[in-house]
């Protein structure tokens, strides 16, 4: 089956420091994606980075990162230098492809809090 | 804006009623997925379609229907709503049936 947690509900980081959000996944794919989405307050779902399980090197955009532990099934992401415009809920996602089909499965999602 | 179009973006109806959302992918994104976000259940996986045909099916009630149209839009109808109905849909768009999603800005529905 597959699965997605993140064990963290909540989390809080100062201004300008970096932060580590956990995400482990359960499949039996052996090609799978892994995604992290931001959804500020205003409700839309932003696409921040994707790993595909065969790449070598950690994803990156910006200020974030994937740290990418395969055999562990983990899939943490780190923003580094918060803002404040950080504070949102982040979602862990898997690309699962089965058949025809294309399905993502996503946790229960991080709600992170920057403070000044 | 994403480039993936959902209306409308806010809807309060009642009860036993049949409402439609409507979803226009990205230019040239050929699969349109269909998601529920609810306090409860989180994140839920309805339907997907390929290009107009159904590719996949998730934890879709049989009270709602969906299709995708040749100019590649798509509508999701829910029918006989429930109060435990009202929720976030969002509607998401990829190239092909193993890219990434793009996300629409949902639809809040919310039945009184």
């Known amino acids: 089956a597959q699965k997605i947690t993140q064990t963290q509900p909540g989390m809080f980081v100062q201004e300008k420091e970096a932060v580590t959000l956990d995400c482990t996944y359960d499949t039996s794919d052996p090609s799978y994606g892994l995604f992290w989405y931001k959804q500020p307050s205003s409700g839309e779902m932003i696409f921040l980075i994707y790993q595909g399980s065969y790449d070598q090197q950690n994803a990156t955009e910006g200020r974030y990162s994937l740290n990418f532990q395969k055999a562990r099934k983990s899939a943490n992401l780190v923003i580094s230098a918060s803002q404040l415009g950080d504070s949102a809920m982040y979602f862990c996602a898997m690309r699962s492809s089965r058949g025809t089909g294309n399905q993502f499965y996503f946790g229960t999602g991080t709600s992170l809090t920057v403070i000044p | 804006d994403s480039g993936v179009t959902q209306t409308p973006k806010h809807l309060i109806t009642a009860t036993g009623q049949r409402v439609t959302l409507r979803c226009s992918p990205r230019?040239?994104?050929?699969?349109v997925y269909w998601y529920q976000q609810s306090l409860d259940q989180g994140l839920q996986f309805l339907i997907q379609y390929y290009n107009g045909e159904e590719r996949a099916k998730g934890n879709i009630l049989e009270r709602f229907s969906a299709q995708q149209f040749p100019d590649l839009h798509s509508e999701l109808n829910l029918s006989s709503l429930e109060l435990g109905d009202s929720a976030l849909y969002f509607c998401a768009s990829s190239a092909g049936t193993r890219g990434g999603y793009t996300f629409g800005s949902g639809t809040r529905l919310t039945v009184v």
């Open positions: 230019s040239g994104d050929l699969s």
